[in-house]
């Protein structure tokens, strides 16, 4: 599990802080994945503060970047004064940003900008949204991309559970088990030292997965292997390939198993934020 634990929270991880889901919806946070932008959305509970709350997602998560919508109620005191706590408390450790909805006289733009730009020295931009979705989608695409919210990698992987599975046909016999992770270009198995003796760079058609319910078929080159479990099992990697060769799934399988690694990716996170303020309430 603690393997697992570490591949969750390895990465940068993007919370935007009470967002206005008129504005943006979560379902851009899916799409966003393509990109290889980790974000989610962070509503705290009822009997948790939001300070506190931010402590807990300091304390699990260690690359984070956090945008406050601050046209969302104010949390005890002026979205301003707590901004400035919370980039005080975790300067050089959190990045922070504020979000708030087009303002009618630029004066007051002007004026936010100097709050939070200038005063308070937020690093990631005082972002002003459009009274339309599609508009603000790629506002805060571009915000991402300017703040590098994606750290080095390319693809987010999603550590699968017993809920994903693969069945593939290589040298006349059938594999079938669970997959370990999976991305929109990779996905690894785990399997018994030598019991899948592919030479890399194979290449296998229909390979079947089931992804939380969700069926999809592809093809996949063995990208990479490796032995683990002092060399009880070969961990095996491969790369997606789509039906015109191209290195990648095709769309309509992309589109199928967006949502489903966006869940899985999203239940881990929850999981072990929560497990944080068990945790942390018990002591």
């Known amino acids: 599990m603690a393997a697992d634990s570490n591949a969750i929270i390895a990465g940068r991880k993007t919370f935007f802080i009470q967002p206005d889901m008129n504005l943006f919806p979560e379902n851009f946070c899916e799409e966003y994945l393509l990109h290889g932008y980790e974000c989610y959305f962070a509503n705290p509970p009822k009997h948790i503060s939001l300070e506190c709350y931010i402590d807990f997602l300091v304390d699990t998560f260690k690359d984070l970047i956090l945008f406050f919508n601050i046209d969302a109620p104010e949390p005890g005191e002026p979205w301003s004064s707590f901004i400035n706590k919370i980039n005080t408390k975790y300067e050089h450790q959190v990045l922070i940003g504020v979000l708030y909805l087009k303002r009618q006289s630029k004066e007051e733009k002007a004026m936010l900008e100097k709050t939070y730009l200038f005063n308070i020295g937020i690093m990631c931009g005082c972002i002003q949204l459009e009274y339309t979705r599609k508009n603000n989608f790629g506002i805060i695409e571009q915000t991402l991309f300017a703040n590098q919210a994606n750290g080095r ?16 046909v290589w040298n006349k016999a059938a594999h079938t088990g669970q997959l370990q992770d999976i991305s929109i270009s990779h996905f690894s198995i785990v399997s018994p030292h030598g019991a899948l003796t592919m030479p890399l760079y194979e290449k296998i058609d229909g390979i079947q997965m089931t992804i939380k319910g969700a069926h999809i078929r592809t093809s996949a080159v063995l990208f990479m292997t490796r032995q683990i479990n002092n060399g009880a099992d070969d961990l ?3 790369m997606f390939v789509g039906y015109s060769g ?18 899985m990716m ?7 934020l929560e497990t944080t303020i068990r945790e942390t309430l018990l002591k």
């Open 236 to 238: 095996m990697v491969f």
């Open 266 to 272: 999203q239940e881990n996170c929850n999981a072990l």
């Open 246 to 263: 191209q290195q990648g799934l095709d769309t309509t399988v992309e589109q199928t198993i967006l949502p489903k690694l966006y869940e």
């Open 153 to 168: 990698r390319k693809q987010v992987r999603a550590i699968c559970n017993n809920n994903c599975t693969f069945n593939m």
